[in-house]
């Protein structure tokens, strides 16, 4: 009997802990947009290591640098520079992380405006130098809203978080408006202010950036493998908090549920 | 800047049609935009349909529109625009709408498009998604989709390689005249010397022509909203479901798009504030609820993008004519079917100039295309793109799969993008599901190189840095 050959699009801690779960029962290949394995945690971080020696001990392989496009009849379209190709696959496993929402997604109405930007983006532009605002406002409390408030926080800009789930206040917020929600942004070109809403109360905030950080949903990007019904095993933990360790017990769980559902298949 | 014999005010798929027409001829051209792209305002901001008839059979409406609808499968295979015949549904769900439909039967065939009243069940085998509650509908298989903002970059490179000079970020704030006539545009910029003036200012159209010394005309902004949903549902939508219009209500269509996704929209509000792109909950809501009604399966959860747009209104509905005091100054608005009428106005144009002593003649060396940009996501053999450009297997914007070599191409003109906004134009990138959630630092960093300024001074939208 031939091994299943599966591909893991995502060399995140989730992607590589379904690997190593997967690897030496299945021929395993792993992709990442990215030349690097850790996606979001980083190469340094110590369980990104130990993941990828587990997959290398069964043997998994790697393909980084490398975007998967469409997944058909068995077959993943993948790119890389100079390069466009199939690979044959029995089975994918898609691992690509989560994204906050966008501004219809959160509801937020009101007009298209510089300044108002996803906190992945925000992140990106931060670490090049640019200066997002100096009164910027964060919509959500979430890991990615913590990953842009610490860059923030280094250029000593005041850190204001409109969160609609009330929580504790988090660490890295100066100005903390739980229960509220962004309404709706308002400005010429930039934005100049942000309706936030609570019931039926209303308040208008001074602002000249909005970064977007709530309502995180998983990144769907390859074409058959973006809803649930289509045929594709989807390891993607969406929270507004999640740690390394949750991350890689989700994957594993999934990894793990998928080879146990395989197995009951051949059964029957 | 030496003169020219025409000068374009208005950059909107009318006046870059208008240029594309006039850039085939020995006539020379410039047109000027008052924003940084061409299509910035109500050309990019509809919903993408390319109507077969629109008004009363013989009326100036009906004319530019029977003469531009058959030609749109040649002009956009020409120009590299993405278009799909795909008809359109005008469903009725109630006596009353039922009884407009006969109307809209004569009008349309009256228009000379191919046009049938059909039954509930019938307009349900031709689109699944429409509501069993539809009782009768008009259907319209002339009706198409296009993709309007690519259709007016595309008509202005068309222009700007035959010769024509597109001058962006060149408001007209005055013009030079004599003995009646208009003789050159000002602009920030300096002044043109120009034999002829056409006015395809869109919503600007009274301001400039009062600028001009010609007639008064009343425009006023109004102001649609839309909803863009995912490619899930709309990829699963046949054609377009047009509402039926009655006096109380305003037409809320469900609209595939050509890259897949689906618009619902627009609604229609009459205002006084002509930079208002605002959406709000209330209108979108009563957009949704709308939609629903003729399509029960349209879900919120699948929304992508909202946005608002401006279109103009005026108490006449279109204008290609003469102005009445300005013998050398051509008007050239319409209100709301600028794509639908854009080839058949500009050809109109051209015949109105010449009347009025242009002497324009057809060169034959003047191009008919331009250069298509193979597309990652279209392609239907991708592993030979590299080979054309190793870029193509650098995706950067990952939901609509456009790679480096296509935003490259946007950045590299002709007709260069000069901000996010302009590279989705020409690209999609950034439009998707995530609404750049990926990929827009990545293009800004692009957008950064090619123009040489920071990062932070890269335009995401008109006006809009990402820097504050």
Sequence with gaps: ???????????????????????????????????????????????????????????????????????????????????????????????????????????????????????????????????????????????????VAARLRRTRTPVRVVAPEATATPAYADEWWPGWRGARARGMGRVRELEIARGDRREWLACDAVILADGIRPLRNVDGAVAAGDPATFVQLAAPHATVDEVAAFARAAASALMSAAVRGVAA | MRDVDVAVVGGGVIGTAIAARLSATTASVCLFERNDDVGDEASKGNAGITSSYYAEPGSLDARVIQATYPRWEDTCARLDVPFRRIGGIITALSDEEVAQLPPKLEEALGCGVRAEIIDGRRARELEPLISAECLQALWLPDEGIIDPMRLTVRLAQLASLNGATIRLSAPVIDFERSGGKVTGVRTPHGVVGARFVVNAAGLGLGMISELAGGESFRMWPRKGEYWILDRQFGSQLRHIVFATPLPDTKGIHVVPTTNGTALLGPSAEDNDRPTDKETDGPTLTYIYERARRMVPSVSLDDAIKTFAAIRPASDERIRVRVDAHVPNLVHAANRSTGVSSSLGTADMVLDLLNSAGLDAEDREDALDRVPAVPRLRDALQPEVLPAIDPRYGQVVCVCEQVSAAEIAAALEGPLPARSIDAVQKRTRATGGRCQGAVCMAGVAFMCSIATGLPPGEVQMVSGGTFGA
């Design chain 1, 1 to 147: 009997m031939t091994v299943e050959r599966v591909v893991v699009v995502g060399a995140g801690i989730a992607g590589l802990a379904a690997a190593a779960e997967l690897a030496g029962q299945r021929a395993v290949t792993v992709i990442d947009r990215l030349p690097a394995l850790g996606g979001e945690t980083g190469y340094e971080h110590p369980l990104v290591r130990s993941l990828q020696a587990a997959c290398l001990d069964g043997d998994a392989s790697f393909l980084l640098g490398t975007t998967a496009l469409r997944w058909t009849n068995g077959r993943l379209l993948v790119a890389a520079p100079g390069s466009i190709r199939w690979l044959d696959a029995d089975r994918l496993v898609y691992a690509g992380g989560c994204r906050p929402g966008t501004p219809a997604e959160l509801r937020l109405a009101g007009s298209r405006l510089g300044g108002v930007v996803s906190a992945t983006v925000a992140v990106h532009l931060l670490d090049a130098g640019v200066r997002l605002g100096r009164n910027p406002i964060l919509l959500g409390e979430s890991d990615f809203a913590a990953d």
